[in-house]
């Protein structure tokens, strides 16, 4: 028998081996293995196997690496259909399924000594007073580790061994599983009594699970429609009606996967369908899989789900690979978030994956958000999705009440500033005074976002990228933030012919807005929230625990407080600088801005009484801008959508986004010319594409490479995918260069 072997190898082929007869029974489609390559011993993963092979001289597996086969049949087909699909090499598909923490050989369970009472029949043996305390200790524990016993009881193991030896305990090594919430105290809730709106959606779901379910389908699962559109408003209690789906797919013996964009929002997720799932006949582990835990607190939980302990996984983008076995039902919270977009090879989106592995293993797919992405909306409008409607308040209160404030006209008069318009200095303090908490966004952080010198015109930028240095007044260091390059922040000019004492810092961000308030309000208790506040993975949850316990009057932060958050006593929200993200060259910055102020907006009027929002714009009438103070999501769509189909942009067409990186721009630039002229010629073959470029990236360079940008636009991106592979495996690409190919970016920069 001849295994087939994807290799943990940048190559971008498989490689045939010989299956000894000893290892015949045990090689299966998904099995690790230690094999022969060159003078090394490499690790893979068997993808097939054959009964014979085009290929002579082949040599044996050396050894099969773990008790059972890691990848299952499902997710191998996942990964053949991502490597197709994204135009990357089976392994790197392959890497991207399993974590590291799994893939390692000699990665494993952790095993820790524990202590056990074993069962006495007739008197205990004489003991001294000491061993008689220690004996009342073990029988009260009956069993826990070794080292917890002995800082429980003050003594030493040469004391219990003692016990040991007159047959009172034994001591032996146990695995013991490394649970990132172990520590968490977590209160058990039951199921709440759901709306109308909320019960029309969880029927629909309930409805399509047993459908999937039934004998009759169980030759086609792919036939009908089980992609859903969860569109609630924020507060609509989405979460509820995932949380009653996943009870029901558990009747069925299914198990689920929840997606959340943000590592950030995962704790309070987990918290949420603990407590839902600690108990009662359906009580089942709830395994988590994120990039903050450590190496084996990921192992342990991913062979928690392998087993079959874990019926439901939560976790970030990689969390789609889950190897739930029988998956029936996937939920992708956020569905409109960017970053289930990977950033490095496979550029996968996992919200996209999470409905091409729903329909290959007849599962139940529910995409949930307020503010849907226009991919998902058009694919509703096409009839390939269905549209769930949650339209109001699970708690049937008001939406919050959105206030624009015209920047351009805003005056510093009064108790307003350059930061806090007047209206919104005013709110801040009646918000005060009646003890109700404020959050403040804006989507920038650091101090100031250039240096310069008024005199010469000096600009401190980033010697490796196209940008200016953000300045960190905490730190008193100038920062980028696209390559982590830090310089000191200068007292003068650092220009050798000028040193002019009164550089100025220009811009804003949120260690200003931080200052701004403790000068303003300074009785109220503030604090920042953003990727330089949180340096440990515990300092999220401590942040918003003292902000949910009203330890905290006013949050200010990035975009990890826009979303996902649920705090009653948040009555007034502000946003700075609304108009950020849409002065950016990418046809997505409308969408993302409109979802952005939406989200943000969403935090305020959770309790009891009515939210105000106050959005703060130097474009204030923009349809984003506009849209989003009405909750008009359809407004905005089928605006946006006109301009869409005009310039054949997704979600009517398809994008591919092909850039070159070098360290010389001429040599980019011309390989660059090279390239269009094969896409040209592609383009006759396939017919219905748009080709744009080469043109430079709008980040030239970042980290001391230049980028230029070839966009193709194609209604057949399936077709498109398979070309630009074969072209690419035959294509010579100079070896100080690089080619890298981005199937439906979310980013164009």
């Given amino acids: 028998m001849i295994a087939r072997v994807t290799l943990d190898l940048a190559v971008r082929k498989e490689f045939d081996y010989l299956i000894p007869n000893e290892m015949e029974q045990n090689v299966c489609d998904g099995t690790r293995v230690k094999v022969p390559f060159g003078s090394r011993e490499i690790l893979g993963v068997v993808t097939a196997v054959l009964s014979e092979s085009p290929h002579s001289n082949l040599r044996e597996i050396i050894k099969i690496v773990g008790a059972q086969a890691l990848v299952t049949p499902p997710i191998l087909k996942l990964v053949r259909w991502i490597a197709e699909y994204y135009c990357c090499a089976p392994e790197i598909a392959m890497k991207a399924v399993l974590p590291d923490a799994v893939r390692k050989e000699e990665e494993g369970w952790r095993e820790r000594l524990y202590v056990r009472a074993l069962p006495q029949h007739g008197e205990l043996p004489k003991l001294t007073k000491r061993q008689e305390d220690l004996w009342a200790i073990i029988e009260e524990w009956r069993e826990l580790p070794l080292q917890e016993f002995l800082r429980l009881a003050g003594t030493t193991s040469g004391t219990i061994r003692k016990l040991e030896d007159k047959g009172l305990v034994s001591i032996a090594p146990q695995i013991s599983e490394r649970d990132p919430y172990a520590k968490e105290h977590i209160l058990p809730t039951n199921p709440l009594e759901l709306n109308n709106e909320q019960l029309v959606a969880l029927n629909n779901i309930v409805k399509s699970i047993d459908c999937l379910n039934s004998p009759e389908n169980s030759t086609d699962k792919n036939k009908g429609n089980h992609v859903f559109l969860l569109h609630g408003v924020t507060g609509s209690g989405k979460t509820e009606v995932y949380l009653q789906a996943i009870a029901h797919a558990l009747q069925q013996g299914k198990g689920a996967i929840v997606l959340v964009p943000e590592i950030s929002l995962t704790p309070q997720t987990v918290e949420r369908f603990k407590a839902r799932f600690s108990h009662g006949p359906l009580q089942t582990l709830v395994a988590v899989l994120h990039s903050h835990l450590s190496s084996g607190e990921r192992h342990d939980e991913w062979h928690k789900i392998r087993q079959g ?44 994956l999470a409905v091409v592995r729903g329909k290959q293993e007849g599962a139940v797919v529910v995409l949930g958000s307020a503010t849907p992405c226009m991919e998902s909306y058009y694919n509703v409008q096409r009839k390939k999705y269905l549209l769930l409607s949650l339209t109001e308040r699970a708690d049937e209160k008001n939406m919050p009440i959105v206030r624009i404030v015209d920047m351009r006209n805003a005056s510093s008069k009064g108790k307003g500033t350059s930061i806090f318009s007047p209206q919104l200095h005013e709110a801040i303090l009646q918000r005060l005074e009646k003890k109700e908490q404020v959050m403040l966004f804006l989507n920038r952080r650091g101090w100031s976002s250039s240096l310069q010198c008024p005199e010469c015109g000096f600009v401190a930028e980033c010697p490796n990228c196209s940008v200016s240095l953000t300045y960190h007044r905490s730190a008193q260091k100038l920062m980028c933030h696209i390559c982590g390059h830090i310089d000191s922040a200068p007292s003068k000019c650092p220009e050798q012919n000028c040193g002019n004492a009164s550089i100025r810092y220009s811009g804003l961000g949120t260690e200003k807005v931080e200052a701004a308030l403790d000068k303003n309000f300074p009785t109220a208790r503030v604090k920042r929230m953003d990727s330089d506040t949180l340096k440990r993975k515990e300092d999220y949850r401590r942040i918003l625990g003292d902000f949910r316990s009203g330890k905290i009057d006013i949050l200010v932060g990035t975009q990890m407080i826009a979303k996902g958050l649920h705090f009653p006593n948040v009555t007034l929200v502000g946003i700075i600088h609304a108009d950020l993200s849409l002065h950016i060259p990418d046809f997505r910055a409308g969408e993302r801005t409109f979802q952005l102020l939406t989200q943000v907006a969403g935090r305020a009027g959770r309790g009891d009484v009515e939210g105000e929002v106050y959005v703060q714009s130097f474009t204030p009438f ?22 869409r189909q005009e310039l054949r942009y997704p979600p009517v067409g398809r994008v591919a986004l092909l850039t070159l990186r070098g360290r010389s721009e001429d040599r980019v630039r011309f390989f660059a010319d090279h390239l269009r002229k094969e896409m040209d010629l592609l383009a006759i073959q396939l017919g219905d594409i748009v080709i744009a470029g080469p043109a430079p990236a709008p980040l030239l360079r970042a980290e001391n490479f230049y980028r230029y940008q070839i966009m193709i636009r194609t209604p057949r991106m399936p077709q498109l995918s398979r070309q630009l592979s074969t072209k690419f495996d035959s294509l010579k690409i100079p070896e100080d260069l690089r080619l890298i190919i981005d199937i439906d970016p979310v980013s164009l920069s």
Avoid: M, T, W
């Fill in 622 to 643: 923009h349809p984003a801008i506009q849209y989003a103070r009405r909750h008009d999501y359809i407004g905005f769509y089928d605006q946006e959508i006109e301009f």
């Fill in 309 to 352: 302990r874990a019926r439901i996984v939560i976790g970030a983008r990689s969390a789609v690979f889950a190897p739930v076995e029988p998956l029936g039902l996937v939920i992708v919270d956020e569905e409109h978030e960017h970053s289930y977009k990977q950033e490095e090879a496979p550029r996968y989106n996992a919200r996209d």
